[in-house]
């Protein structure tokens, strides 16, 4: 079985060091800005404002500042405008306009000039770095309010820039990191003197008469990316997971994680200007002001070497059926053909046949997920063989998993016991039992206990999804048990 080495860890560790360079600092400053269009006078029509009173002096306080700088060009990152899984957008153009009418102030009226060479550049370094990001593929031309409110609260102050407006995107936070990092180069290379807004509304889930309701995880999620910037701790963001994000809510992460990988390898002063949360939304002005290049480690690097450190316990406690479904991908990857059981297997994998699914996951995300109902080959082992190869290079979601990932990768591997009839969904349980549903030739299954998964209705809609049943379509439903393994 062929694994990674020591020293094949090591190579691959260093291909991740993108943008290893003296920083020169073209990004003068950086502010996180929330974007809530009754922030505009015109919007609250004379109405009470002192629930964000907080919020109007910090946001007039940063137009001021970012007047003193007089930058020659602004980037917005936005949550609002067109988005796309595996793309950073960039909006193309020479000019873009706006308005707040879908607010009720049609005549708060918007308009920029896009800084058309640095968007190039952007698109240059990133091509060069592997990122993928380009103006190809914009839903909406017109400024979202992801911008324009930011915008009002500068424009009054100073207005002779021109403007970059780019999407986060549904990339991990690594690559959400690496952006920023190819951001502040492309600035750098063009010689631009440059001010970067991250939009960003933290959790909309803050109290139960909120528009949105309330989730504990509203206020957790606050508090983690608010201690991160008061206490300069950065690398926490790497910490907040998935989950955590979705429960809470919010819209802000990815725009603060592309505002963090700007000033990597650069000594950062950061200060929370002012938060709070009215109607259930949490609001942040903060500033980020870079002083000097530092020769430690940047928080990506940090963060990376964690990671190397914690899969190595991971793979430490791995048992055999795991060990396998790595050796299994890395073989392919590295040496391009396909594993030979290795003799020393249990009877459990060698002599019995069943259906498995093989996961993968990479920083807490599926990376790659393929599994057989029942067996489709003579045991257990080449069950995982076959489906672990598979999942890292044949799943259509994702791109194939590339030599560089493979010493972060985790795998979880579900040996399914027999599928048995059931009449109803009442015989489910959603952490004991998969379900299988069934309407004519198509068929979903899904796993039992998976995060996210709540109700048995919950499990069964999204079995039928993954088959194309319609959700009022009647279906055969079959449950079944799993071992699993990771």
């Known amino acids: 079985m062929c694994l990674c080495k020591t020293n094949v860890i090591l190579r691959l560790r260093a291909e991740w060091r993108l943008l290893e360079r003296d920083h020169i600092m073209a990004i003068m400053k950086a502010y996180t800005l929330p974007h809530p269009p009754l922030a505009v006078p015109s919007v609250w029509k004379g109405k009470e404002s002192k629930e964000i009173s907080d919020t109007l002096n910090a946001m007039d306080k940063v137009a001021s500042d970012i007047a003193s700088i007089a930058p020659e060009t ?4 936005t949550p609002h405008s067109t988005v796309y899984s595996d793309y950073f957008h960039i909006s193309p153009g020479e000019t873009a306009h706006g308005d707040l009418g879908r607010f009720g102030a049609p005549g708060e009226v918007f308009e920029t000039n896009y800084d058309t060479e640095l968007v190039r550049e952007i698109m240059h370094v990133a091509e060069m770095k592997g990122i993928y990001a380009g103006s190809q593929g914009e839903k909406d031309a017109k400024l979202d309010h992801g911008v324009t409110v930011p915008m009002w609260f500068i424009n009054k102050r100073y207005s002779d820039y021109k403007s970059i407006r780019i999407s986060q995107s549904g990339m991990t936070p690594i690559e959400h990191y690496m952006f920023g990092q190819i951001i502040a180069e492309a600035a750098a290379n063009v010689g631009r003197k440059t001010v970067l807004i991250a939009s960003s509304d933290l959790s909309h889930k803050l109290t139960a008469d909120g528009p949105y309701g309330f989730a504990p995880e509203g206020p957790e999620f606050d508090k983690m990316i608010i201690s991160a910037i008061e206490e300069s701790k950065l690398l926490t963001l790497f910490e907040v997971s998935d989950e955590l994000r979705e429960r809470a809510g919010e819209c802000g992460y990815n725009s603060l994680t592309i505002l963090t990988g700007c000033f990597d390898k650069i000594n950062l002063e950061t200060k929370l200007i002012s938060y709070e949360g009215p109607f259930g939304v949490g609001y ?3 500033e980020f002001t870079p002083t ?5 480690k940047g928080v990506l690097e940090v963060h990376l070497n964690n990671s190397l450190k914690n899969m190595e316990s991971f793979r430490a406690s791995e048992d055999e059926y795991q060990r396998l479904a790595r050796g299994s991908l890395e073989h392919m990857v590295l040496i391009g053909e396909e594993i030979t059981a290795p003799s020393d297997l249990s009877d459990e994998l060698i002599n019995i046949k069943a259906g498995v699914f093989v996961s993968i996951h ?19 082992a080449s069950e995982i063989i076959q489906n672990a190869v598979s999942a890292g290079l044949s799943d259509n979601r994702f791109e194939p998993v590339n030599e560089s990932e493979l010493p972060y990768l985790t795998y979880k591997v579900d040996v399914l016991a027999k599928p048995e009839p059931i009449s109803e ?5 959603i952490e004991r039992y998969g379900v299988i549903v069934t309407s004519g030739f198509k068929r979903g299954l899904l796993l039992p206990n998976l995060d996210g998964i709540d109700t048995v209705d919950d499990q069964i809609m999204i079995a039928k999804n993954k088959a194309g049943i319609s959700s009022e379509e009647k279906v055969k439903l079959e449950r079944f048990e799993v071992i699993r393994h990771g």
């Open 292 to 296: 000097t290049s530092k020769e430690s």
């Open 362 to 380: 990479k920083d807490g995300r599926l990376r790659g997920c393929v599994g057989t109902i029942s067996p489709s080959t003579e045991s257990v």
């Open 74 to 77: 602004i980037i917005y990152i």
């Open 284 to 286: 942040a002005v903060a």
């Open 425 to 429: 969904p009442s015989q489910l349980d």
